[in-house]
């Protein structure tokens, strides 16, 4: 399995994984879109008040604890 | 760990201020209901619009995040029948107000209503606050906005708008801030005039950036036992600590953090129109299309997920998975929503300014 199918595969399983008992399938472009999300576990940086877009409040980017 | 994925509605166009800077008044923003003289979208739209959120963000395995925003906010009138549903499906909202408007009844009623957490402007001392926002009780009411949140449990973000006139009010806001019981303050950068670009004389350029937020660290080391001094705006990276996420992102080219324009939501306007970001006048359809159709299938939110494209106009930077600038003031500045954020300072950093990010809670 290449690299990529490998990366859809796992972030499919992870999400299916995290809420949806019953499977759901995500269809090419959503996968598309979520393997462009990196998929490791991340801490979450509390970016409530991140302000990166400027128009106010967090863009809910996710943000890493310094390791 | 579980991603956010918000809209952030401009429930209105109606303010009772007139804000200098603010994107209503500018060229470009012909696409807000307040210039086509068309209706704001119904509450049964907004429930629509907040339903196709939370099925998305299910979806998705991610948490939805609805952040309301105006005009102000407050002047909406069936903004609390708004605040009900999302309480009922229990959605994590923001209020992004001017403050002016909030007594203490309604903060009181805010945090009946769910919210735990809300961001109030202020632009500088009470002098040129007041001028800013056009309005001689701008200042003081906000302030009072403050105190009525906090002392109603509410969590109170107070965001400045930085501009060439103001940097230097920075720690009167973050004085002011404290007294009035507020938990977090931060600056924001301002996006110029797309008429003047860089030649807006409210714009700071890379050096007046990496000064400010120099002298950020400076603010937050002294203020942080009774503040958080936010240092979380996407440019920040650059004086920050390299990490393994950060270098995990890098090796396999995947979007880590940064600008959410193309990733993270969508900013919708009063009349359902959709842009990329508030800040990114780009209308890309409308909301009734269908935030995940939207999210996936248009051209321009694909072409802010295209890090290849991105760096080619980037001189290859490598910060590219976990910043990008901010795309609204590249857009703003030259026309190309692509092109390189010309507040970049990276050129700036010597290796003294390279420290781990601070985070307080």
């Given amino acids: ?67 | 760990m579980v991603r956010k994925i918000f809209i952030q509605w401009d429930s209105t166009n109606d303010c009772n201020l007139r804000c200098s800077h603010c994107y209503h008044n500018r060229e470009g923003e012909e696409h807000s209901s307040h210039k086509q003289g068309l209706n704001a979208m119904s509450l049964e739209d907004v429930i629509l619009m907040i339903n196709d959120l939370n099925e998305t963000a299910k979806r998705w395995s991610m948490k939805p995040r609805f952040q309301i925003s105006g005009g102000e906010p407050l002047m909406r009138k069936d903004l609390y029948s708004i605040l009900e549903y999302t309480k009922n499906l229990k959605m994590e909202v923001r209020i992004l107000t001017n403050g002016t408007l909030i007594t203490e009844e309604k903060a009181r009623d805010f945090y009946e209503l769910g919210i735990r957490r809300l961001q109030i402007s202020l632009d500088g001392n009470k002098k040129r606050h007041n001028l800013i926002r056009g309005q001689p009780f701008a200042y003081d009411l906000a302030i009072q906005g403050i105190k009525n949140c906090a002392i109603n449990n509410i969590e109170v973000t107070v965001s400045m708008t930085a501009l060439k006139s103001n940097i230097q009010d920075f720690e009167d806001v973050i004085i002011n801030s404290i007294k009035a019981g507020a938990k977090y303050v931060g600056t924001k950068s301002y996006v110029p005039n797309p008429l003047l670009g860089v030649n807006d004389p409210e714009f700071l350029d890379c050096e007046d950036l990496y000064l400010l937020y120099k002298k950020t660290r400076d603010l937050e080391q002294k203020y942080s036992k009774k503040i958080n001094v936010l240092q979380t705006e996407v440019l920040w990276h650059l004086m920050q600590w390299d990490t393994k996420i950060k270098k995990e992102a890098r090796e396999k080219d995947l979007f880590l953090s940064g600008c959410g324009a193309g990733f993270s939501g969508l900013s919708v306007l009063s009349d359902g129109t959709v842009y990329p970001c508030r800040r990114l006048p780009l209308p890309i359809g409308n909301i009734k299309e269908g935030f995940a159709n939207l999210m996936l299938n248009n051209p321009i939110l694909k072409d802010l997920r295209d890090f290849e494209k991105m760096r080619a106009k980037m001189d290859n930077c490598q910060h590219i998975p976990y910043c990008r600038g901010c795309r609204a003031i590249a857009y703003a500045t030259t026309g190309d929503y692509m092109a390189k954020d010309p507040m970049c300072y990276k050129e700036l950093v010597t290796p003294k300014d390279i420290q781990p990010r601070v985070i307080r809670r």
Avoid: W
Wanted: glycine letters at 4%; proline letters at 1%.
């Fill in chain 1, 1 to 67: 399995m290449n690299n990529l199918a490998s990366l859809v595969e796992s972030i499919d399983g992870l999400f299916i994984k995290r809420s949806h008992p019953d499977r759901v399938v995500l269809s090419y472009q959503e996968k598309k879109l979520l393997e462009q999300y990196i998929s490791t576990e991340i801490n979450c940086y509390d970016c409530d008040s991140c302000n990166s877009c400027g128009s106010g409040d967090c863009n809910s980017c996710c943000e890493v604890v310094d390791d």
